[in-house]
C-alpha cells in the first residue's frame, strides 16, 4: 500500500484506500535522509489506527440510532398501521445490530492489517443496508401522510443522512454506501410528488449531499494526516530511544575498556620501573667508571646511550602513570598555598640546561605581587615543566619562551607559556590536548615524545577546576593559556590568614579546601 497524491499534486490527498503493492525496499536510509521512510514506516499502521478510532466511535454513537428508529416509527403511527411500522422498525434495529456486531467483533478478533480492506468492505455493506432500511418509510410511509407529514419525513431522513455523514467522514466507500442510498432515495420521493417543495427539498438534499462529501473528504484527510503524523512521531520516538540506549550501552563499554586500559598502563607501567631502575643504575656505573677504567673507551659512550635511553624510557612510564591515576580518578591532589612565581622559576632552573642547548631564552613576566594560589604544588609544577618542555622542545634555536601570569576580570589567574615555534595547524588545537596524540609538525620533524604533556597537563587543570586553551598561528608560535578560577586566588584578607606560612596541618587544608 502506497500514498498517493491527488491529481491537483496535493500530497497525501487521493484514493489512499486503494492497495497497491509495495516498492521495492531500498537500501536503509536513516530517517532524516529520506522522506519516503515515514511514509514506508507510517503507511499500514495509520490505516489500521484509523480504522479503529471509526469502528469506535461507531460503538460510541450505536445507542443514539436506535432511539432515532424508535422515535420515527412510533410518531409514524399517527397514519401508517402498525403492522408496517413494526416491519421496518424491527428491520431497521436488526441492521443496526448487525453493524454494532460487526463493529464489536472487530475488537476481539486479532488486527491484521492485511484484512483492513475486508472490515472496510464489510462496513459499507452494513452501513447499504442500513441506507436502504432509512430510505424504507418514504415508500411504506407516504401513502396517507398528508403533506406536513411527508415533510416531516423527508425532514428526518435528511437528518440521519446527516448525522450519518458526520459519524462515517474516515473512509469514503462507507460514507458513500449509506447516505448516497438515502440521498437518492430522498431525491426520487421528492421528484415525483412534482411539487415545488418537494422538488426544492431534492435539489436541496442532492447540493447538500455533495457540500457533506466535500467537509467529510477534507475531514477524512486532516483525521489521516494526524493519524499518520502520529504514527510518524511514535516511529521517530522509538527510534530514538533505540539510539539512546544504544548510546548508553556504548557509553558504558567505553568507560569500562578505559578503565581497563588505564589499570592495565597502570600495573605494566609499574612492573616495567623495577627492571628499568636497574638498567639505569648499572649503565650510570658503567658511565662514570666507578669500579675502574673501562678497557674499551667506546663502552663508556654506550653505557651514556643506555642511560640516557633509560632515562627517557622512566619519564615516559612516569607520565604513562600520572595519565592513569587521572583517568582512574585515584589522582588526589594536596590543597596547600604556593607562588605561582617560585613554580615557575624553579622549572626554568630545573630546564635550564636543556634550553642553553638550543640558545634559547626562557623570559618569566611575572610579578611578585601576584598573589598565591591554592591547589596541589606538585601537580602544578608537573603542569610547568610539561609546558615549558614542550616550549623549548619546538622552538628553534636562537628562539625565546615567554611565561607570563595575571589576573582576569573574574578574579582568576591566567598563565601563559609562549613561544615562537613552528606553531600548530588550527584543525589540532584539541587533538594535541587527547592522549598519546601528536601533532603532524612533531611526527614530521621527529620530535621525541608521545603525546602525554598536554594530555597531563589538561587532567590536572580539571582536578583544580581550571582550563585549558591553545592559540596558535603557523610560522608564529603557539601560547597555551591555563585559567585557575579565582577561588583558587589567595587575594584579600581571606587570603592573606590562609596563605600564612602557619597553616599547614592537614586538618587545616581540609576546612581550607571545604571553605574555598
Known sequence: MSLENNSEGLPGRGNFYSDESAPATPKKRSTFEDDSVWERTAEAPWKLELLTIFLRNQLRIAPAMPLLTFMLAF??????????????????????????????????????????????GMMAASELVQGVCWVMPLF??????????????VSFIMAITAVRLLVVNNFMPVLVAGTGVMTLGVAIRCASQAEPIFIALAGLIIVLEAFFLFIARQLGDTARDMVKFKAQKDTLIEELKHERDKAEAEKVKAEEANKAKSIFLATMSHELRT???????FSEILKREMFGPLSVPAYKDYAGDIHHSGGYLLDLINDILDLSRIEAGRREIQEEPFDILACVVSARALLAGKAKEKSIAVNVEITASLPKLLGDLRGVNQIVINLLTNAIKFTPAGGQVVISAARNASGGIVMSVKDNGPGIPANELQTVLTSFSRGSLATKDAVDGAGLGLSIVKGLMDLHGGDVSILSELGRGTEVLLTFPAQRVLAGPRGEI???????????????????
Open 275 to 281: 627492571p628499568l631502575n636497574a638498567i639505569m643504575g
Open 498 to 516: 590562609i596563605a600564612a606560612a602557619h597553616v599547614q596541618s592537614e586538618s587545616q587544608r581540609k576546612l581550607i579546601s571545604i571553605t574555598g
Open 140 to 153: 411504506l410511509f407516504w401513502s396517507g401522510a398528508n403533506s406536513l407529514q411527508a415533510v416531516y419525513l
Open 75 to 120: 410518531t409514524s403511527l399517527m397514519w401508517v398501521p402498525p403492522l408496517i411500522a413494526m416491519f421496518w422498525l424491527a428491520a431497521t434495529l436488526a441492521s443496526q445490530a448487525a453493524q454494532i456486531y460487526l463493529c464489536a467483533n472487530f475488537f476481539h478478533k486479532e488486527r491484521s492489517e492485511s484484512k483492513q480492506h475486508d472490515w472496510i
